[in-house]
């Protein structure tokens, strides 16, 4: 086991996403019908932890090179001449 893998089984619980975090939110805890705030407040997020925040950085890598992956040839391909009318068309029409 490598030492940045035993500090990741040291690091504290990850706290759940902000999206799992406002689906939750509502509900009475025993799967009932979805209760109201009184305060109307949202709860405050806590800040990410440095171990989240890598988490969020690495998964923004793999992200971002599979996008790349992807889509950097049909990006890189011309547009249709008849597309780049169009473009011009809409351009020279005035708006109101």
């Known amino acids: 086991m490598t030492p940045s893998e035993a500090a990741e ?8 996403s902000n999206a799992a975090g406002s689906m ?14 009184s305060s109307g407040a949202a709860p405050r997020a806590t800040p990410p932890t ?27 391909e011309p547009l249709p001449e008849e597309l780049l009318r169009l473009i011009e068309q ?6 109101k």
């Open 9 to 16: 089984l040291h690091s504290p619980p990850v706290a759940p």
């Open 24 to 37: 939750a939110q509502g509900s009475n805890g025993r799967g009932g019908k979805p209760t109201r705030r």
């Open 50 to 76: 440095p171990a989240r925040r890598g988490v969020d950085q690495a998964f923004d890598v793999w992200l971002n090179r599979g996008l790349h992956q992807l889509y950097d040839d049909v990006a890189k």
């Open 90 to 95: 809409d351009k020279a029409t005035p708006r």
